[in-house]
């Protein structure tokens, strides 16, 4: 059943995409963090769910945490998490090669992965899987690799296929556009671990033992937020903080359509009676 301002009270949990809706860039989002300590006080859980695969959810929760948002990195679960668990669940010691920063090479290691990068790919003849994240040193040999390996049989794993993330003043490319890179000069489509694919969300519920009507999805992106929402069968909440503008938000239908459009998170507090 679709959330709706009657039933938003309703909500026991919160999981809140940071990118666009937390923060943009390198500066938080006026209003965000209080909000989401209002929403603590009232009782309600608070969960992070990014796309974003280039650190460990430690590095994000005391970035939160330096925001004024009490946070654990067990609150929070990443693309790069979910590739991890993925990994780990269909492979036994893999021996993996990753387009991507520490984040996720650092989850691979910590599940057995054998990782390796542009830099010690010729000391392996191959390797199972190909790993493709953000990374924002991506080059031709990076690509190079990455498409002789998937040739050679290596099954490819995407953390996410955002296109772009929001920045201070507009929007960089994101994971998508390296992930395109690799498709297109290896003929091969990846599996994709990140939003809009229900993953990340799946294992906050399994993980906390929540039925998807108390849980509701906080994003700012059509696409991505909103879509796994939909498919992971939660409420869907759009602010327009980040990427998608509330008149596009309007517009939308299919799973992309959210249930709740705010302008920001303390609109958002305000339909709440806060």
Not at 113 to 120: L, R, S
């Amino acid at each position: 059943m679709p959330l709706t301002s009657q039933t938003l009270k309703g909500v026991s949990t919160f999981i809140f995409d940071l990118d666009g809706v937390i923060w943009r860039g390198e500066s938080p989002i006026e209003g965000a963090a209080a909000s989401v300590e209002a929403l603590k006080r009232l009782g309600k859980r608070c969960f992070f769910a990014t796309n974003n695969s280039s650190r460990a959810p430690q590095w994000f929760a005391e970035r939160l945490q330096n925001m004024g948002i009490s946070a654990t990195p067990e609150e929070v679960v990443t693309s790069a998490t979910a590739t991890a668990s993925f990994v780990a669940r269909h492979f036994s010691i893999p021996r993996v090669f990753v387009v991507g920063e520490e984040g996720v090479q650092n989850l691979l290691r910590a599940v057995g992965a054998q990782v390796f990068t542009v830099e010690n790919a010729d000391q392996t003849p191959e390797v199972e899987v190909v790993i493709a994240g953000i990374d924002r040193t991506f080059n031709y040999e990076k690509l190079k690799w990455a498409q002789q390996f998937i040739l050679k049989g290596a099954q490819f794993i995407a953390t996410n296929r955002d296109a772009t993330f929001p920045v201070e003043g507009g929007v960089v490319p994101g994971a998508g556009s390296i992930v395109a890179a690799i498709e297109t000069a290896s003929g091969s489509v990846p599996i994709s671990m990140g939003k809009p694919e229900p993953a990340m969300l799946l294992e906050i519920l399994a993980a906390s033992n929540l039925q998807p009507g108390e849980v509701a999805i906080i994003g700012d992106r059509l696409d991505t937020d909103i879509a796994c929402g939909t498919r992971a069968g939660i409420g869907t909440i759009l602010v327009a903080t980040g990427v998608t503008p509330l008149e596009t938000g309007r517009e939308a239908s299919g799973e992309q359509k959210p249930d709740l459009l705010f302008a920001d998170l303390p609109a958002m507090m305000e339909a709440l009676g806060q």
